[in-house]
Structure formats: structure tokens, C-alpha cells
């Protein structure tokens, strides 16, 4: 956690070079309650207790845009939290930690845009899908990959699409340097998601990665990854489409995984959605799949209420999570921000 707390301050310090423009503030807070059959008890996970996502927490989303005489040069983005892990298949055993998911400055070029930091690696439906706060999981958080990791990426929109690099430690969330871990991925997509309601792409990724879950390294001995994948996103009407496959070698086994989502707006304005979602994978010699389902109501325009069932046919467990997900902007630190600005002119 040290490591990475001492390059979220040279983040901060590499962004006070630049002048602020403005800068935005939000508060989040999730609630997550369930039960699983396998364990025949209570939960306070979506996924499991080493996880980092989807678990009881409090947190902060800030984001702060630089410009200069040509306009906005350079956008910083650092979104953490303090999570509650409880852990129901060690006796509820009790513990806070605080997260640190996105930390990277994005600066403009005459070429492409360029990041540094804790950001979305060059990869599948991941790079640019932010399911976060989802109780429905990519492949990348469900362990093909990392949703974030640490490094650099450049990417480049084009009228056709966008091309996408990044070279990153293969840590995910810590900082770790075990022995010349490294992933390199690139991304090549086709549709431009905004206006034509559709986007394919193809993505390649190669390195030697770490077996992490959450903040908890599980092997200290980088292995090898080489990647291909494909993914397709298709809006149409209320519905949505989203695919991702994967194929290739992770973590030193030959790994396949694919999901297709499917997603129904229930009215027009977007606050009633249901949401199917099988998945299977086989890594080495295991071979597994789950079959889930989502159901949204965004109750006010802060508030999200989420329920989900998942079946894990190897685990053989059938899990049902509720979630309260609230994001607000805090209206204040801009205020208070206008008026030492004033204080300044004076």
C-alpha cells in the first residue's frame, strides 16, 4: 500500500504544473448484503471477500481538468475508498482497507492521448465498459485480466473507431514488482459507441503477470500471458448487447473465457433495466460456468438499487446480493474553490 500511496503523490505533484480549470467532487457509498447456499449464510460480498469490488464501503470520485492558453491540456482522476470486508467463510472476521482504484493523469497531445497511473488496461471490453459499481462481472474482474492496473496507456480516436496501447506491472491493484512482471496490450476497435450504437474490437496482450485478488498477492511468481480477444458492444432501441472472448495462455495455463450480456431498458428514460448474463471459462483443466441475473431500479438520480442472483455450477452455489449504490456530487468544494479564486483576484 505504500507504493501506492507514494505514486498517487507524484501523480498530484506531476498535476500541479498545469493550471486548474475546474474540478468536480463526488460522494460514494455502496451496501451490499446477501446469501449464499454453499455457505448457507449471510454475505457482505458480490464476488468473494478477497475481491475489491462490491463490498459495504465509503469513498470520494475526483476529478480535476487542466488548461492552458490552447485549452484543456490534462485531466486527473483519483477515486478511493474505505471498504468493509467481512469475511463469512473464515467466521466473520472483520476488516477495513482503504482502496485506491482510479489514480492517473491523462494528458493531450498533437498525437495521442496519454495516461499514467492506476487506469484500464488496453484489453477487451474492460478498456473502455466502466462496471465498477455493477454487480455484473467482465472477465477481467472476474479474474482474466486485471480492470485496473498500474502503468501507462496511449490511445487515439479516429472517425472509424480508436486504437488503444498500454504497458502496465500485471499487479492489478497493488504495486508489485515480483521478478520482472510486465503486461503489454493493444486494442483496435472498429464503431464509434456514441453514434452508431455499436463498437467491435480486437485486442492482444502478452507478458509475464501476477496472480492477485484484490490487494492480496496469492503467487509471488510472474507467469506468463498471451492473449487474443474479441469484443462487441451492439445499442439498439431498449436493448443492449455486450460479448467479450478470450483465448490463450494466463497465468501460465491455456485459458479460454467468454460472456454475453444481455440488458433490457424497462422504460425511456432508463430507470428500470434487467440484465442476463452467462459466463464460462476453462483454465488448465478446470472448466466452469455461471449463469447470472440483474435486476436495476435507479430510485432517484443518486440512488441505485441492484439485485442479483448468481448460480456457480462448480461451486455449486446459488447467491443472491442486494446492493444500495448512492453517488452524489458534493456542490461545495466548487463553491469554496470560486471563492478563494475570488480571494486571489482581489
Known sequence: MFKTLLIFLCLLGLANVAKAADHLLYFEAQGIIGYSSELNKAIFYSMNPEAEMQKPSLGFDYIKRFSGEMGDVATLAIQGRLALTVDAENGNRVKLEPQIYNAYLRVKTPGPYVWIGHNRPAFGLSSYFD??????????????????????GLYKDFSWGDIFTSVTTGSGMPVLFKGGNYMATARASYGVLSQ??????????YGKTLDTMGYDLRDSEPRQMALAGVDFTFLRNNFEHRFDFLGGKWLGEKTYAVFYRFGVNLDQEGRFKIEAQPTWWKFGEETNYQLSLCFSVLATSNLTIRLGYTYDHDANDNRIVLQLYYYQPVSWLSKLAEKFKNKGGD
Do not use: C, K, P
Not at 131 to 147: C, K
Open 196 to 205: 452508431e450504437n455499436m463498437n467491435l474490437g480486437f485486442s492482444l496482450g
Open 131 to 152: 462496471s465498477h459499481g455493477l454487480l455484473l462481472r467482465t472477465l477481467a474482474i472476474q479474474g482474466f485480466g486485471y480492470d485496473r492496473d498500474w502503468g501507462v
